[in-house]
């Protein structure tokens, strides 16, 4: 893989890879309980600026699972002294208003909010369900590893993805923060991996004995690679700096072929030397996997069609079954 000149929010990979076949997933919202796309964050770093979608519509944007004290998303819980039933009289008055004051401004976003609240209102019933993991076997706990149990860890955010796979989401992107290893790399990195080695791998396996892998695509990767050699001094404190020239992306599932490595660097792991891979290319190959042409999927914006690659992406398909 390799970045090129992208910008920083535009590196944030997840988001523009798993945007891509909302528009077929929309009828599905309401018969699901939430969003198309779920984005579930470490426990110490969120940041729900960093999954918006930019100019594409309201029903593209995702949600940023947050788990609270004794909840499994933030806020999904009535204040206390308000009913179910008095939400739903709020939100019906709500409609209304909203519905009456787009009709006499045109602004879209007014019925985008109420869309909001709408979907809010459901996962108030399908998320403390999906969410809830004390009937899941022993042996499938064990599986994803001793952090299985705390909120927010990797490993309980990776087994309620595939609890919300089996409900119909159609989009989940785990974000584990914590690897910007500049310095002190030795002491931070064994433990970053050890987060996440144990219930990646249990995701895939779990999938796959479930009979889900066949029709669910797996990627895990990095918005870009690190220098193959020192940041800083080799006495104390080195770490690795940032680098976009080649980084590794695997998949599983979905129709990609098992057990095949495309690409090539040098020696020292620092330039491509065969089969190189952009960004570009690992969207167009998603949405080619998802059954979209990206060359002809576009979206009207400022008068211009825009391309989720833009102008550039080749589909790669050495990497498919």
């Known amino acids: 893989m390799k970045r090129g000149l992208i910008t920083w929010d535009q590196a944030e990979l997840p988001r523009a890879v798993f945007a891509t076949r909302l528009a077929n997933a929309r009828a599905a919202l309401a018969a699901t309980g939430a969003p198309a796309l779920l984005v579930y964050t470490d426990i110490w770093r969120a940041n729900q600026g960093r999954f918006l979608t930019n100019f594409m519509p309201y029903w593209n944007r995702s949600l940023a699972v947050i788990p609270a004290d004794g909840d499994p998303v933030l806020y999904i819980n009535n204040p206390e002294g308000l009913t179910k039933d008095a939400r739903r009289t709020l939100l019906d008055a709500l409609g209304r208003l909203a519905t ?146 080649n980084f590794t992306w695997w998949m599983a599932g979905g129709g990609t072929k098992p057990g095949y490595t495309h690409g090539e660097t040098d020696d020292f792991s620092y330039s491509i030397t065969k089969d190189p891979v952009h960004i570009h290319d690992l969207n167009a190959t998603l949405m080619y ?17 825009f391309r989720l690659t833009d102008v550039y992406g080749k589909v790669v398909k050495q990497i498919l079954a």
């Not at 996962?123 to 809830?132: C, G, I, K, L, T």
């Open 289 to 305: 996997i998802l059954g979209i042409d990206h060359e002809r999927l576009t979206f009207k914006y400022q008068g211009r069609d």
């Open 100 to 245: 009456s004051q787009q009709v006499a401004s045109k602004d879209p976003d007014i019925l985008s909010r109420v869309s909001q609240y709408e979907m809010a209102y459901r996962m108030q019933d399908s998320v403390p369900e999906a969410a809830d993991i004390s009937n899941e076997p022993a042996n499938v706990l064990e599986m994803y590893g001793p952090n299985v149990k705390t909120p927010g860890s990797f490993a309980r955010n990776a087994i309620l993805a595939r609890r919300l796979a089996e409900r119909g989401v159609k989009f989940i992107t785990l974000f584990q923060m914590g690897w910007d290893h500049h310095g002190n790399i030795q002491a931070a990195l064994p433990p970053a991996c050890t987060n996440i080695d144990q219930p990646v791998a249990a995701l895939v396996k779990d999938l796959k004995q479930r009979g889900m892998l066949e029709d669910t695509l797996v990627l895990f990767g990095s918005e870009f690679g690190r220098t193959p050699f020192a940041q800083g001094t080799l006495k104390a404190g080195y770490g690795r700096d940032h680098h976009g020239g």
